[in-house]
C-alpha cells in the first residue's frame, strides 16, 4: 500500500526543546516538501528535498531543520530558541511525482505540534 | 509573480444542490493548477488537476474544474452536493519548479 506516512499524529513540546517530526514515502519519489498550516493562511513552504543529500529552504524556515540521508525519509526538527517565533501548528509533509517541478504532491496525514 | 485568490472563506449549500467554490490565479508562464480537499486533522487529497491539455478537469468524487484563461479562473463545481463532501477545499497554482501557491482555502458546509 504506497503512501506517505506522518509520525506522531500529535505532539506536545515544551518550551526549551526540539523536537523530530517523521516522514516516510514508498512512493519512489525523488522530491519531498514539508509546509506549514495555521488558520486562515493556507499552507507555507518550510524546506524541500529534489534528491538525497540536498535541501532547500522554503518561505518560513527560521526556527526548523532537515535532513535527506534515504530517498524515503525526509524528517523535520523543529529547534527551539529565539529564532523560533510559534511553532504550535499542524504540518504537513508531502512528495512529488514526475521530473516535472510543478507536477503533483501527494500529502501525509499530518501532525500536530502543540508547544506548552 | 504568481499568486491565487480564493473567493469565498466559506459557503454553505444544501444536499442535492450544486457547489461552486470560485479560484481566481495570477501567472507568468502556463501554470499547473490543483485542487485538494482536507477533512479536519487530516492531510491534503488531491480531487483534480490542469496541466494545459483539456480545459474542462474532471476529478474524484464528482468534482470537475474548467481552467478560463481569459478569466484567469478555474473554478471548481459539482452537480449535486453529498454530506460527505463538507470540508476545507484548496486551490494550488505552480508556474516554477518547487513553487506551490496555496489559496487561503474555502470551508464547505452542506446542509441536510
Known amino acids: 500500500d504506497g503512501g506517505i506516512t506522518q509520525s506522531p499524529k500529535y505532539l506536545f513540546r515544551k518550551e526549551g526543546q526540539n523536537v523530530t517530526l517523521s516522514c516516510e514515502q514508498n512512493?519512489?519519489?525523488?522530491?519531498m516538501y514539508w509546509y506549514r498550516q495555521d488558520p486562515g493562511q493556507g499552507l507555507r513552504l518550510i524546506y524541500y528535498?529534489?534528491?538525497?543529500?540536498?535541501?532547500?529552504?522554503g518561505d518560513i524556515a527560521e526556527g526548523y531543520s532537515v535532513s535527506r540521508e534515504k530517498k524515503e525519509s525526509f524528517p523535520l526538527t523543529v529547534t527551539s530558541g529565539p529564532a523560533q517565533k510559534n511553532p504550535t501548528a499542524f504540518y504537513l509533509c508531502?512528495?512529488?511525482?514526475?521530473?516535472?517541478?510543478?507536477?503533483?504532491?501527494?500529502f501525509g496525514p499530518g501532525t500536530r505540534l502543540t508547544v506548552l | 509573480a504568481q499568486s491565487v485568490t480564493q473567493l469565498d472563506s466559506h459557503v454553505s449549500v444544501s444536499e442535492g444542490t450544486p457547489v461552486l467554490l470560485r479560484c481566481n490565479y495570477s501567472?507568468?508562464?502556463?501554470?499547473?493548477l490543483f485542487w485538494y480537499v482536507q477533512h479536519p486533522n487530516k492531510g491534503l487529497q488531491l480531487l483534480l488537476k490542469?496541466?494545459?491539455?483539456?480545459?474542462l478537469v474532471k476529478g474524484i468524487n464528482g468534482f470537475e474544474a474548467e481552467f478560463k484563461k481569459s478569466e484567469t479562473s478555474f473554478h471548481l463545481t459539482k452537480p449535486s452536493a453529498h454530506m460527505s463532501d463538507a470540508a476545507e477545499y484548496f486551490c494550488?497554482?505552480?508556474?516554477?519548479?518547487?513553487?506551490?501557491?496555496f489559496g487561503t482555502g474555502t470551508r464547505l458546509k452542506v446542509l441536510a
Open positions: 508531502a512528495s512529488r511525482s514526475g521530473a516535472g517541478g510543478t507536477d503533483t504532491q501527494y
Open positions: 512512493l519512489n519519489h525523488d522530491a
Open positions: 528535498s529534489q534528491i538525497v543529500n540536498d535541501f532547500q529552504k
Open positions: 501567472s507568468s508562464y502556463s501554470p499547473s
Open positions: 490542469y496541466t494545459s491539455a483539456a480545459t
Open positions: 494550488v497554482v505552480s508556474d516554477l519548479p518547487n513553487k506551490y501557491i
